[in-house]
């Protein structure tokens, strides 16, 4: 059996991640966690959720000795939590985006002493994409333009997603370039004729939108668009505790989706 802490419990993504780990007789849900001024704190987190079979309190601290921890929170508790993890030699699956350069060094740095899954897309399919965009980056090279296009709720706070920067890593490594130099953010103005070599990421924010991302490979007499789309979160949650269920057994590190899925980490 494998105890699930997770963290921001009561949020979208959160409770998705409850609601299928409940379905699933390999996890059990031991502390759900909650920001400290969260007005359910204490409660049953089986009445909050809501399931009547569920009888573990949300509080805004570890209980209960859990197996791993799932984080889709924000960076500032991204961090707070990972030092937690730390503290406590817990296993830990990150899914918050929007982590900054530091943050991902701290991430990088505690992974040393605790096993990490930190993605910016936990969705199969979308991990799929990443392989692929390399492998088409890696073939067309320098013949073809490239933009990527994301769509996400009106909610969202990052732009672009890391999804969507996830997609500029990948392809950037197809490339063999760094993805800071060629990366552009959107296009304006009389003189914004594309430039050579550059990849440009543009940041749709849609209604209730739950996660679009395509790229665009365009050259004169052809264009080829890879995209995915997520239907609900539950693609994200779903990677999530297959992520979690995989990282129990590892050792300390820093691992990626592609890992879980493709085992090239071991």
């Known amino acids: 059996m494998i105890n699930l802490a997770i963290t921001g419990a009561c949020g979208r993504m959160g409770q998705r991640i409850a609601t299928l780990a409940l379905q699933d007789s390999a996890f059990q849900i031991v502390s759900p966690l909650e920001r400290a001024d969260h007005p359910d704190l204490g409660k049953n987190y089986g009445h909050v959720l809501p399931n009547p079979k569920l009888d573990v309190i949300l509080r805004d601290t570890l209980q209960d000795n859990p197996s791993v ?3 889709f929170t924000t960076p500032e508790s991204t961090t707070h ?5 730390k503290n406590c030699n817990l296993p830990m699956i990150v899914g918050t985006t929007g982590l ?15 096993p990490i899954v930190q993605a910016p897309n936990m969705s199969i399919g979308m991990n799929l994409l990443f392989q692929l965009v390399e492998q088409m980056a890696r073939v067309l090279g320098q013949n073809y333009d490239i933009e990527i ?5 009106r909610f969202k706070k990052d732009a672009p997603s890391g999804s969507a920067l996830g997609l500029l890593e990948s392809i950037a490594k197809g490339l063999n370039k760094d993805p800071k130099q060629i990366a552009a953010f959107g296009r304006a103005g009389r003189e914004a004729t594309r430039k050579p070599g550059e990849v440009t990421l543009h940041a749709l924010r849609l209604g209730d939108t739950v996660g679009e991302h395509a790229v665009h490979f ?8 890879l995209s995915h789309s997520a239907h609900s979160r539950d693609t994200f949650a779903q990677g999530a505790l297959r992520a979690a269920a995989w990282i129990v057994t590892k050792p300390p590190g820093l691992y990626s989706m592609q890992d879980v899925l493709f085992g090239k980490k071991e």
């Open 81 to 85: 939590w990972i030092d937690v993890c």
């Open 69 to 71: 921890l799932i984080d």
């Open 149 to 153: 296009v994301e769509q996400h709720h």
């Open 100 to 114: 900054t350069e530091k943050e991902l060094t701290i991430i990088k740095t505690v992974a040393q002493k605790i």
């Open 218 to 225: 365009g050259t004169l007499g052809e264009t080829v668009t």
